[in-house]
């Protein structure tokens, strides 16, 4: 079994799912309604993909894979869309800065492969802990469930961006940086120690893309709810 297919074995199917309102970490209400105004670029990143598709020499594993996330983007976005009426934090002015990134993201001339990489990669692993650590137990379970998708796609992208023979340019990088600051540029959660400050989310998504690797112990550390402690309507269904 190759790559492609390993990392294809490793998914599980869940229904997107959000429930009642639950409490927040009191001072993320900005962070969380930020973080939720940029589910607009998880569509993008399906399109990207479809994109990519259209000409390529990578083997039927990765392109099988790769089919299999545009799918999952698909239940990505709707159960965001469920979270942003949920919790209604975002701002007029979070969703207009969020429409103007995502036209930047659009505009870039790197591959589309390339960019959804990135953007998986660096930008998306660091609002997934983000809403785990600050968003309660909604939010929580929502972030484990597309987590669970997307440490498949962030290995994926990456690999078949390589074997294409791409790799993102210094503006993209950039753009990335750009992306990540704008997110957390208001993050002042004393309570949180390091991780309620805008620095240590940078460092973090800069290590996610150089290196590979994160150091968010934060994301480990962030509480799993018990299942006996939601709501039945609030939790996910798995087949």
């Not at 800069?206 to 309507?233: C, H, M, W």
Request: proline share 6%; with cysteine; charged share 25%.
């Amino acid at each position: 079994m190759d790559f492609y297919a390993k990392q294809l074995n490793r998914k599980r199917p869940w229904t997107p799912t959000c429930g009642d309102p639950m409490p927040i970490v009191k001072g993320a209400e900005s962070l969380v309604g930020k973080a939720l105004s940029l589910r607009i670029l998880e569509l993008e990143v399906a399109e990207w993909l479809e994109d990519s598709l259209k000409s390529t020499n990578l083997p039927q594993s990765a392109i099988d894979c790769l089919r299999s996330n545009i799918t999952d983007e698909e239940r990505h976005d709707q159960v965001l869309g469920m979270a942003a009426k949920t919790y209604p934090f975002a701002t007029p002015s979070d969703e207009s800065e969020a429409k103007a990134l995502h036209q930047a993201w659009l505009d870039h001339p790197d591959h589309p492969l390339t960019k959804a990489f990135v953007l998986e990669n660096s930008v998306f692993f660091v609002i997934l802990p983000i809403l785990r650590l600050f968003g309660g137990v909604g939010l929580g379970i929502i972030s484990a469930d597309i987590s669970s998708d997307e440490s498949v796609h962030a290995a994926v992208h990456r690999q078949a961006a390589l074997d294409m023979g791409y790799t993102y340019s210094a503006s993209l990088d950039r753009l990335r940086r750009d992306t990540v600051g704008w997110l957390v540029e208001g993050l002042r959660i004393p309570e949180a120690g390091a991780s309620g400050k805008p620095q240590r989310w940078l460092k973090a998504s800069d290590n996610l893309l150089y290196n590979g690797a994160s150091d968010l112990v934060e994301t480990k550390r962030a509480i799993q709810p018990a299942f006996f402690e939601i709501a039945s309507n609030s939790l996910p269904s798995y087949s």
